[in-house]
Nanobody
Framework: QVQLVESGGGLVQPGGSLRLSCAAS????????MGWYRQAPGKQRELVAG???????NYADSVKGRFTISRDNAKNTLYLQMNSLKPEDTAVYYC??????????????WGKGILVTVSA
C-alpha cells in the first residue's frame, strides 16, 4: 500500500540549484531512516545522503557542503536541496525509506527514480 513519489527533477545549468521531494503515502505508522541514492549512466547506484528518524545525517564526500537532506515527518516527506550543481551530479535519483506499518513491522521502499541533468 505504500508508495514513494519523487518530484522536482529536471534540467539545470552548472552552478544552479534544484530541490527534490519524496512523498510517502499509504498505510504508514511512521517513517524511519530515509535516504537519497543516485545512479549515473554506466555506474552503480550510490548513496548520496541519508537521515535517521532521530535527525542525524550523512553525505557522500562528493556532495558534502553542496547538498542538504531534510525531512518533514508531519508530511512524510523527504527533501534534497542541491546547490552548486556540477555536470557529474547528472543521474537518476532514487528515494529510499524504511516504513513502519500500524503493526510496527518495518519494510524498505524505493521510489521509481527521477532524472537530474546538469548541463550548460
Amino acid at each position: 500500500q505504500v508508495q514513494l513519489v519523487e518530484s522536482g527533477g529536471g534540467l539545470v545549468q552548472p552552478g544552479g540549484s534544484l530541490r527534490l521531494s519524496c512523498a510517502a503515502s499509504g498505510s504508514i505508522f511512521k517513517v524511519g531512516n530515509m535516504g537519497w541514492y543516485r545512479q549515473a549512466p554506466g555506474k552503480q547506484r550510490e548513496l548520496v545522503a541519508g537521515t535517521t528518524e532521530g535527525g542525524s545525517t550523512n553525505y557522500a564526500d562528493s556532495v558534502k557542503g553542496r547538498f542538504t537532506i531534510s525531512r518533514d515527518n508531519a508530511k512524510n516527506t523527504l527533501y534534497l536541496q542541491m546547490n552548486s550543481l556540477k555536470p557529474e551530479d547528472t543521474a537518476v535519483y532514487y528515494c529510499n525509506a524504511a516504513i513502519y506499518s500500524y503493526l510496527h513491522h518495518v519494510m524498505a521502499y524505493w521510489g521509481k527514480g527521477i532524472l537530474v541533468t546538469v548541463s550548460a
